[in-house]
Each structure stands twice: as C-alpha cells, then as structure tokens.
C-alpha cells in the first residue's frame, strides 16, 4: 500500500524528484552499444602496453602467423604485432584526445565568445572562422607534415586541430545567438550579472550536448586524419598508431603475402572505434532533439500500426 505525505514540502520534493526523473534521457541500444565498444577500446590502449612486450624488439622467426607465443603473429622482421597494436591503440587515442580538446576550445572561443560578445568582436571572430573554413584542410596538413621532418604525436595533433575547429565554431556561434536573445539571458543582464557568469550559467549548459557531439566528431576526425597522414607516410616519426601499423604493412606487402593478422587488426580497430564514436554522436543527437527519438521510434514501429494510430502519433508530435 502506497502512502502519500499531506506534507507540501516533501510532496512537492517527491513531484521535483518524478519531473527530473522523466526528464533524463533513456539509455539507448545505440547508446549502450557505442559505449561499450569505445570503453573496451580504450580499455585495451590503456592497460595493453602494460602486459605485453617491447613492440620494436626484432626476432629472428620473421612473417609468422598467429600462434601460441604470440596471438596475433609477427610482421617481417619478428616484431610482435599484438604489442604494436597496444601501443598504436594508446597513441591512436592520445591524438584523439588532444584534438578534441584542443578543436573544442577553439571553436568554443571564436564561437561561443565572439556571438557572446557581439559587435566587431563577432565579425571579426565570423571573417577569421571563414576564413579557415574555407582552406583545405587535408592540403594544408600534408604541407605542414611534409616540411617537418621529426613529428611527434602532439605535433600531428595540433596540426590537426588546427584544421578542424572552423566548422564547430559556425555551429556553436548559431546556436549561442539563439540562446543570447532568450528572456532568462536578457534578465540575467539587466540584474546586472557579469559577463563571464552569464556564458557560464545561462548559456553553457545549454550548449553542452552540442559541444559533446562536436567533440565525438573531432575525435572521429583525428583518427581518421591521422590514419590517413600515416598511411601516407606523413604520420609521427618513432610512435605507433594504427596508421603506422597500416603503413608498415603496407610497405611490408602484407597484403602480398597474405599476412591478415599484421594489416587486419589496426583497420578493424579504427572500424569499430569509428561505429562506436558514431552511434554515440547519433545517440547525443536525440538527445538534443527528443523529437528525433520520437520520429525515429514512431518510423521503426509504423509498419504495425493502422492509418489511425499513425495520424495520432503525428498530432502528438506536433504538440
């Protein structure tokens, strides 16, 4: 038997409690799958390169398959290719991180920032976001790689981040003038509150699903891009990735010799960790827009309803 409090305190408590509880999004099969997948990634870059062995140490077996001694076989020269995978997995993921940081915080500056702040500030944050919006990005990375001869993890970050933060910043400043003239903003000025409280409390948290979907795609980005610079034989000199990986097979003619277990790991590896930052994207996208979830929900189960239910999931939508 279920017992109601005649205290208005606790019962208006108890319906705060039920408000938010219905407010928060439900955990997603694209959501749990996304990052499951991603936390088991991560997991093996972290805790890999402590169990296994030195990935450049050279053996005298040369190209062997998977065995035993070593699970996923040996490239050419006798290195052990499930110690490159561990620290190709770390060096993968660092280079994800720092460009997500680092694109986030640019775009989050010329973006958030200059729609803020208004006024010549905005234009000229506007024109330098164009202006880099504009420039080819794979070129320009190529060029940069190119002349520098030893290029460290971090370098072929920034370089990367660099190119990628113009798009975030258009979007962010969109939606920060769309935030800037609603009524609790324009209270919050004319109380007299300071600039940099009023970004962070009324406006940030309205952004910040939009910021976690840009970052998912930035750091979908730079593995991409890195996979891609390392292929062509622009990648981080010394270090492993799953680029290098690529590279190195490749040159070993891996694909020749039918050497699966050296070229197969690291793609399948950025295939999955890709999938899994895109069903988390998806998932922060419904997130941002519940209505999206109800359409999607609605379009998956349309085949089983009548025309008349389907014309009342559609003026439900529209309320």
């Not at 080819?136 to 370098?155: M, T």
């Not at 979007?171 to 509150?193: I, P, W």
């Not at 010394?238 to 694909?255: C, E, V």
Request: glycine share 10%; proline share 4%; net charge positive.
């Amino acid at each position: 038997m279920t017992t109601v409090s005649s205290d208005p305190t606790v019962a208006a408590e108890a319906a705060t409690r039920v408000g938010r509880a219905r407010t928060l999004p439900p955990l997603t099969p694209k959501l749990v799958a996304g990052v499951g997948l991603a936390g088991a990634i991560i997991l093996f870059g972290l805790i890999g390169p402590l169990v296994v062995g030195d990935p450049s140490r050279v053996n005298d077996i040369g190209l062997s398959g998977p065995s035993g001694e070593f699970l996923l076989g040996t490239t050419q020269t006798g290195q052990d290719v499930l110690a490159q995978l561990a620290y190709a997995t770390r060096g993968s993921l660092i280079i994800g991180a720092v460009v997500g940081v680092l694109s986030i915080a640019l775009s989050a500056f010329f973006g958030i920032v200059g729609a803020y702040a208004g006024g010549w500030v905005d234009e000229g944050f506007s024109l330098f976001s164009n202006v880099m919006l504009v420039i080819p990005g794979l070129p320009l990375v190529i060029i940069i790689s190119s002349y520098v001869q030893d290029k460290s993890l971090l370098l072929i970050a920034v370089v990367l981040a660099i190119t990628s933060w113009a798009g975030s910043a258009r979007v962010l400043r969109g939606f920060t003038l769309s935030v800037r003239s609603r009524d609790y903003v324009a209270a919050a000025r004319v109380s007299g509150e300071k600039s940099w409280r009023i970004l962070c409390v009324e406006i940030l948290p309205n952004l910040i699903p939009l910021l976690a979907s840009q970052a998912v795609f930035a750091v979908i980005f730079a593995i991409l891009g890195e996979a891609g610079l390392s292929f062509l034989g622009l990648g981080a000199s010394g270090s492993f990735t799953w680029g290098t990986m690529l590279y190195y097979a490749q040159n070993g003619l891996a694909l020749r010799l039918e050497a699966w277990w050296w070229f197969v790991p690291p793609g399948l590896l950025i295939a999955l960790f890709g999938a899994a930052l895109s069903l988390i994207n998806f998932s922060i996208d419904e997130i941002i827009n519940p209505k999206l979830r109800t359409q999607t929900r609605a379009a998956r189960k349309g085949w089983g309803f009548s025309r008349r239910e389907l014309k009342t999931i559609a003026k439900e939508d529209e309320l």
